[in-house]
């Protein structure tokens, strides 16, 4: 399985971006993100139906994940971002196909290489 992420950039707080994840199959999708001398850390999960979904506290009603509706995409998950802040700042990954806990970071199968988001005026 391979996944590319991208969408990263520079934005201004308050701005949005959206990241994409593309997989080579169809598989539960969760993105995790790493801020400066942090840990990586959860930030949400769709299922391979493309609900129910979840996500980390601070980024609920702020970030959307979901699923290309295109048929010729239906591997694509995305991470539409809005009302960015300066601590979303992070290198941002996708990972799949994971086994038990999806907000843990052990229990993937699958990562992408990241993107990085800068949030920052």
């Known amino acids: 399985v391979q996944l590319q992420a991208s969408g990263g950039g520079l934005v201004q707080p308050g701005g949005s971006l959206r990241l994409t994840c593309e997989a080579s199959e169809r598989y539960a999708v969760g993105w995790f993100r790493q801020g400066p001398g942090k840990e990586r850390e959860f930030v949400a999960f769709i299922t391979w139906r493309g609900s129910p979904t979840y996500y980390r506290d601070s980024v609920r009603g702020r970030f959307t994940i979901s699923r290309a509706s295109r048929d010729n995409a239906r591997n694509t998950v995305y991470l539409q971002m809005d009302s960015l802040k300066p601590e979303d700042t992070a290198v941002y990954y996708c990972?799949?196909?994971?086994?038990?806990?999806?907000?843990?970071?052990?229990?993937?199968?699958?990562w992408g290489q990241g993107t990085l988001v800068t949030v920052s005026s």
């Open positions: 990972a799949a196909d994971p086994e038990g806990d999806f907000y843990s970071t052990t229990k993937y199968k699958y």
